[in-house]
């Protein structure tokens, strides 16, 4: 890779795959002998499976944020509850850095109760203390913007009002991965601009966010990298531009009844689509290369415990060896002067990790969940297609492939400021969508 | 995302690490799990009052619902069970007896019901953030045991003021342990039935004729024993009912001021400890299913 910074993967979806069983009241279908009458006996017309995702692979980093377009009922809004972690996938597995807070919708929490309530409700349910939720109430109410409405019944809400109180409680809790599933559309323009800000300073902060909406203005605008959904697979991942555009002209023809214009450009991305595989590395692998049958034996006993969750408070014993013996031969290595700068490594001030969080899994019960299985171990050559890679938009884009870290407020700031200036430019016109 | 372009132009297949990586959404071991139920020890009272008042708001008279539904009940089932069916021959100061069955009965009752509908009502908090499902079963317990209080005291009101004076002993006291005996059997059997009517909705059309049946079977209105002379077999099943005992306990230290076998307080601690184990258990090895509704 061109830049050294390390990108830090914060959700990895692996060939995930949902189906769920429905009833289904369709007249033309009829199942067939005594499950028949069995229908007929309880009142139900017969079931049906339907695929929700059909293998999705999905990869997103610190400091993105990721646009999901697709029409309704592609499997969206199934995707980003499996990645919150409300449901779990049939196949394939979802590995995530923190745990990701959703949005939905939805957005009454407890109707009957009032809207400083639900915050105080919302706030302890995330895992805050009493103090820390009296602290953050007043963020929340600033945030929403609610005014005297806070005190009034959740239930009385409009739509709009409920999204902004759910999403500044949301924020309440500083999360790290925030899914958006329409929820900010229905706030209005005043809205529109106080949340970008917050979901600009959670980007600084390292963490990644997902948005669902079906504007593709709003996408573009505020997305880096899009990814577009047809029927339960990702058709295409890329700069939210080339992505967005795309399915724009898709929808647009679809709207006004070109069926074979829609048709066929759905053809060409499938047909330029390259069917993502992920190769999920274990850790251990990653830290000690050389393959377990080849490798020297070791104490047995310091394999059972996952070592990138727990610290070796042991120590082998090192052999002494001479200074100038060492020097010898750590010349045979490494030529005396390098050109190169080998790339410094690392290591990113993050908060608690999800490893580390309470309801994460033991390690000592559990092995390390994966695995890097050799029959698998397979590289697939591909071509390479600039526009519709994720990987490129890293790379070329200013904003995600960089590591945001202590300066995060700056960076949130030239964030806004960048994405007002590109607004003002080709129109004058104010935002319509947000 | 390591991507490694090869002299032909061309890319090989992604790799990520998945260090510092935990899947999501994984039910936790019960040792983590319970210390995270432990931390959201404040979302499940705030919870339960949330239920509470968002129930009790809705009427005009508010709180005073508390007071009133047992109250009412006492006087309905003195009228049925003592007045026209005369089940209070035989039975000591029935009026105190039937108080104290139905205030009992009534705090098992309504967990029953609460905890089994209790994932379908939390659905919009199951969606919204990630906790140990288990508080929503627990505060289901709690919020009854809130409401339970206050007519704990009118119970205790009635049983002074009307007429058929109680043995007044030091034994009194242990109305508090077998209250925390009947909450904790409460609790297992919440979570038991959450799952349960998770995964089952039918079941709580189930439930009230289960809660019915169990209504007279618990010996509320009469005495078993009395009436079950005839059928000792049943009698012996009726015995280890685990809600018959707690009654019993409750009235023969609260009423008639007597020692209770140590055979009913064996009973009454086995069926609370070991539900709440059972459907404990239960109910945490179900905790990935809780979000498909």
């Keep these: 890779m061109a830049d050294s910074e390390i990108q830090v993967p914060t959700i990895i979806a692996e060939n995930v795959q949902v189906r769920y069983t429905v009833n289904i009241n369709d007249p033309g279908q009829h199942a067939k002998g005594l499950r028949r009458v069995g229908n007929v006996l309880l009142g139900r017309r017969g079931q049906t499976t339907v695929r929700a995702l059909r293998g999705v692979n999905f990869v997103a980093h610190e400091g993105e944020m990721v646009g999901v377009v697709g029409s309704n009922g592609s499997g969206k809004s199934t995707f980003l509850r499996n990645v919150a972690g409300i449901e779990q996938p049939d196949r394939g597995q979802i590995l995530v850095r923190y745990q990701p807070l959703l949005l939905g919708v939805n957005a009454a929490l407890q109707p009957a109760l009032s809207g400083s309530e639900n915050v105080r409700l919302g706030c302890l349910a995330m895992g805050l203390s009493p103090d820390e939720a009296a602290e953050a109430f007043d963020y929340v109410v600033n945030l929403s913007a609610l005014g005297a409405a806070i005190h009034r019944p959740m239930g009385t809400y409009s739509s709009g009002m409920g999204a902004r109180l759910r999403f500044a409680i949301a924020l309440a809790a500083r999360p790290k991965i925030l899914l958006i599933d329409e929820a900010l559309s229905t706030g209005d323009a005043t809205f529109g601009e106080r949340s970008e800000r917050a979901m600009d300073e959670l980007l600084a902060e390292a963490g990644t966010v997902l948005l669902v909406n079906h504007a593709a203005k709003v996408i573009q605008e505020l997305c880096t990298r899009a990814v577009w959904m047809h029927k339960g697979e990702i058709l295409m991942d890329g700069p939210a531009e080339a992505v967005a555009e795309k399915y724009r002209w898709w929808a647009w023809n679809v709207a006004k009844g070109n069926e074979g214009v829609a048709d066929k450009l759905l053809h060409d991305v499938v047909s330029n689509a390259v069917k993502e595989e992920i190769n999920i590395l274990a850790p251990e692998l990653i830290k000690n290369p050389i393959p377990r049958h080849a490798a020297r034996r070791v104490k047995t006993v310091a394999a059972k415990s996952a070592r990138h969750m727990k610290r070796r408070d042991t120590v082998g014993e090192v052999e002494e060896i001479d200074l100038p013996l060492l020097t010898a031969a750590e010349s045979q290595f490494w030529p005396a002067d390098l050109e190169v700068q080998p790339p410094k490594a690392q290591f990113p001030d993050l908060p608690k990790a999800a490893s580390r969080a309470v309801s994460a899994p033991s390690s000592r019960n559990d092995p390390p969940p994966l695995r890097l299985r050799p029959s698998n171990n397979r590289v697939v050559l591909r071509a390479t297609d600039p526009n519709d890679r994720a990987s490129t938009v890293a790379t070329a884009s200013d904003l995600t492939g960089r590591r945001l870290e202590a300066n995060s407020k700056r960076i949130a700031d030239e964030r806004y400021k960048e994405r007002q200036r590109i607004r003002q430019e080709p129109d004058a016109s104010p935002q319509e969508s947000l | ?293």
């Design chain 2, 1 to 293: 995302m390591n991507e490694a372009k090869n002299p032909l132009g061309l890319i090989t297949i992604p790799s990520v690490s998945s260090d510092g990586l935990v899947p999501v959404g994984k039910r936790a071991n019960l040792k983590s799990y319970l210390s995270a139920l432990w931390n959201r020890r404040h979302y499940i009272i705030a919870e339960s009052r949330a239920k509470m008042s968002s129930s009790t708001r809705k009427n005009l008279l508010g709180y005073g619902w508390l007071f009133l539904t047992p109250l009412l009940s006492v006087l309905a089932y003195w009228f049925v069970f003592g007045f026209i069916l005369q089940t209070s021959r035989g039975v000591p100061n029935f009026l105190g007896f039937l108080v104290v069955g139905v205030f009992f009965f009534g705090f098992t009752a309504k967990c029953m019901t609460g905890g089994t509908g209790s994932i379908r009502s939390g659905a919009s908090m199951i969606r919204g953030f990630q906790f140990p499902r288990a508080a929503l079963p627990l505060s289901t317990v709690v919020r009854n045991f809130l409401d339970f209080m206050p007519s704990l005291l009118v119970m205790i009101i009635i049983l002074v003021i009307v007429p058929p004076a109680e043995v007044i002993t030091w034994r009194v006291v242990l109305v508090i342990p077998i209250v925390m005996l009947q909450t904790i059997f409460n609790v297992g059997l919440a979570c038991l039935l959450a799952r349960l009517g998770h995964k089952i909705p039918d079941l709580t059309n189930f439930m009230s004729i289960v809660s019915r049946f169990w209504l007279y079977g618990s010996g509320v209105f009469f005495d078993i024993e009395d009436r079950l002379a005839d059928h000792p077999m049943l009698l012996v099943v009726m015995q280890y009912n685990p809600l018959a005992a707690y009654l019993t306990l409750v009235r023969n230290s609260l009423l008639y001021g007597v020692d209770s076998p140590l055979s009913l307080w064996l009973v009454g601690a086995i069926w609370a400890f070991g539900l709440l184990i059972v459907g404990f258990l239960f109910f945490w090895r179900g905790e990935e299913s809780y979000g498909r509704l």
